[in-house]
T-cell receptor, first 112, second 115 residues
Framework: GNSVTQMEGPVTLSEEAFLTINCTYT??????LFWYVQYPGEGLQLLLK?????DKGSNKGFEATYRKETTSFHLEKGSVQVSDSAVYFC???????????FGTGTLLAVQP | NAGVTQTPKFQVLKTGQSMTLQCAQD?????MSWYRQDPGMGLRLIHY???????DQGEVPNGYNVSRSTTEDFPLRLLSAAPSQTSVYFC??????????????FGPGTRLLVL
């Protein structure tokens, strides 16, 4: 079945540092890929998504490109802020059952 | 629109008690699902539904029951609570049963503690 693997955290960065959170997937066919963000004490919100190979999703300065050749969907941001501190989840969706499969989440802590 | 709502926000149960976690959406979404979130394990799918009257099991269904009598509501029932069910539970919905690229919208979560 489909699965998602993302880098373990926590990731601790200083404000304005460059962020990369790695995510790779396994799937039959070509799933849609998502990054969700969970701020402290809240539910999950969609951050960005890509539905086919070579698509780039972007939102709030974050970007991720759907790479079929490396089965990856790494999340990047050029300059993080303290307000970006949250847990980030990579996810895939597709196949016959259309289930959304999550990675384990990566905690990002940004220090001033 | 209220989006996806969940009640209660927090609940304490004793082992063996039963309870129902409520989930409702007002977006006319066909697809609804329940997840549990545990430290280091991400979100795991418990049950899902592709429309009224249709439900199916996810990754971790044991100890949980669901039903979908209306499009709007998708309650999750714990028949006999166990400490292993201590977790944060999220309900989610999306528009159609077949749209793989569609966004799932999440509720605010229910924090459950089983003693």
């Amino acid at each position: 079945g489909n699965s998602v693997t993302q880098m373990e955290g926590p990731v601790t960065l200083s404000e304005e540092a460059f962020l990369t959170i790695n995510c790779t997937y396994t799937a039959t066919g070509y799933p849609s890929l998502f990054w969700y963000v969970q701020y402290p004490g809240e539910g999950l919100q969609l951050l960005l998504k890509a539905t086919k190979a070579d698509d780039k999703g972007s939102n709030k300065g974050f970007e991720a490109t759907y790479r079929k050749e490396t089965t990856s969907f790494h999340l990047e941001k050029g300059s993080v802020q303290v307000s970006d501190s949250a847990v980030y989840f990579c996810a895939s969706r597709g196949g016959a059952t259309n289930k959304l499969i999550f990675g384990t989440g990566t905690l990002l802590a940004v220090q001033p | 629109n209220a989006g996806v709502t969940q009640t209660p926000k927090f609940q304490v149960l004793k082992t063996g008690q039963s309870m129902t976690l409520q989930c409702a959406q007002d977006m006319n979404h066909e697809y609804m699902s329940w997840y549990r979130q545990d430290p280091g394990m991400g979100l795991r799918l418990i049950h899902y539904s592709v429309g009224a009257g249709i439900t199916d099991q996810g990754e971790v269904p044991n100890g949980y029951n669901v039903s979908r009598s209306t499009t709007e509501d998708f309650p999750l029932r714990l028949l006999s609570a166990a400490p292993s069910q201590t977790s944060v539970y999220f309900c989610a919905s999306s528009y159609s049963r077949t749209g793989g690229g569609e966004t799932q919208y999440f509720g605010p979560g229910t924090r459950l503690l089983v003693l």
